[in-house]
């Protein structure tokens, strides 16, 4: 009788362990789920804020790419512009001497 009495309280002592342990392991979980959710909420919060910056980096590029190719592209126009210039020049002054060896023929 004071074996089965002595099993019962051994019994009875490991369910409360157990029950004990079962509560404190609840609570762990709620507090490292609450943290995480909170860490969860600040590397969503980075993160949003990091692509806002990088969007705002890449239109500041794109702007000054436009801009340079913008310079480029005037300074090509201005050598094509003096290009042909100097080419109808030579064309005028070809003309010019082809219309004197004429002449004098």
Avoid: C, F, P, W
């Avoid at 990088?54 to 590029?61: H, R």
């Amino acid at each position: 009788m004071t074996k089965r009495r002595s099993d019962e309280n051994i019994t009875k002592g490991y369910e409360n362990y157990l029950a004990e342990k079962e509560q404190q392991y609840s609570r762990e979980l709620s507090e490292v789920r609450s943290h995480l959710e909170e860490r969860v909420k600040e590397v969503k919060t980075d993160l949003e804020k990091d692509i806002r910056e990088v969007k705002t980096d890449l239109k500041d590029d794109l702007k000054e790419a436009k801009a340079d190719l913008k310079g480029d592209l005037k300074d090509i126009k201005t050598q094509v512009m003096g290009l042909m210039v100097l080419g109808v020049t030579s064309l005028i002054a070809l003309i010019g001497i082809i219309v004197t060896l004429l002449v004098q023929k």
